[in-house]
């Protein structure tokens, strides 16, 4: 996986997300989840690991949201 700077990585994420979960959750639920994961993850995990760990995390709670409806 490639490691972009900030919000890149985080576009890049949330859009490879958002095709996951086209028709399941809104583009907007795939963002704010994203978002949150790289928050909590940022200074917690070595910078590159940030982007396979945000993709796991936060398509890891979409599931989970997916599940719930």
Do not use: K, N, T, W
């Not at 795939?30 to 398509?59: F, I, K, N, T, Y």
């Amino acid at each position: 996986m490639q490691v972009l700077p900030g919000a890149g990585r985080r576009d890049a994420v949330a859009r490879r997300l958002a095709a996951e979960f086209d028709g399941v959750l809104p583009c907007v639920i795939v963002e704010a989840e994203v978002a949150a994961a790289e928050a909590e993850l940022r200074g917690q995990v070595p910078p590159g690991s940030l982007d396979e760990l945000l993709h796991h995390l936060a398509g890891y709670r979409l599931r989970q949201r997916a599940g719930a409806h």
